[in-house]
């Protein structure tokens, strides 16, 4: 789990939820991404009003249960995601619009950055089996890029402003969560313009399925304001 007020995260047996470990990272937890190879939890951290353009992500030893680096990534962190057959992790970055990659096997620093179309990369899901990186951005852009190169495969508008976005890999849909009451649908591939409905608030999610299906992206109204967000306009809870 990620604690961002204490700058910790929480780890814990499912069959035991009482029994938790906090393990202190490198600034405000926030996106989480797991290599269970190497055991190695991935914490892309927020920022600290207290050190103004200060960002990490911390790695985390999940045997040892300690941070074992803090590396800086160029800008405010959203979520991330971990690749099993590229064996790196994949985070967002608010400003400047990108995507840090990030080596599981030797992470000492970002190895480079997909420079997104769109302002404000937030929600982010990996399709392993379709080679394809998802990236829900601020500026209303649904994005797929190829997540070995980086190159701009597709993209479709959204709706509203983005949040979370995740893929059901039993179903091939692909859901995301937004910031104003509405819902949108398109076919899988490729991507077109969305077509938005009324939804309720707080609701969550976009779905996107096998070419006979069809992709919904929901939203939700504003979150209170975060104090870790401060000095950055427009952010969201990731």
Sequence with gaps: TSNRAERTIGMFSAGDEAAVTTVAVGGHANGLAYDPGRRLLLA??????????????SLIDADARAMVADLPVPGRTRWAVFDPEAACF????????????????????????FAMPAA??????????ARRLYCACDGRVLVAVDPGSGRLLAQ??????PDVIF?????????SAARTPSVSTRPATPCTRS?????????SATRVSRP???????????????????????????
């Design 120 to 129: 404000g990369p937030h929600g982010l899901e990996l399709d392993v089996a």
């Design 167 to 175: 893929l059901d890999a039993s179903t091939r849909c692909r859901r």
């Design 44 to 57: 892309a951290n927020v920022g600290d009003p207290g050190r103004p353009g200060v960002y990490t992500v």
């Design 195 to 203: 077509s938005p409905r009324p939804t309720g608030p707080w609701s």
């Design 212 to 238: 006979a299906s069809r992709t919904s992206a929901r939203s939700a109204p504003p979150r209170p304001p975060d104090p870790a967000d401060r000095d950055r306009r427009g952010a969201g809870r990731q």
């Design 156 to 161: 479709a508008d959204l709706a509203g402003v």
């Design 90 to 113: 994949y985070v967002n970055i608010a400003d400047p619009p990108v995507i840090a990659v990030i080596a599981a096997a030797r992470p000492d620093g970002v190895a480079r950055a």
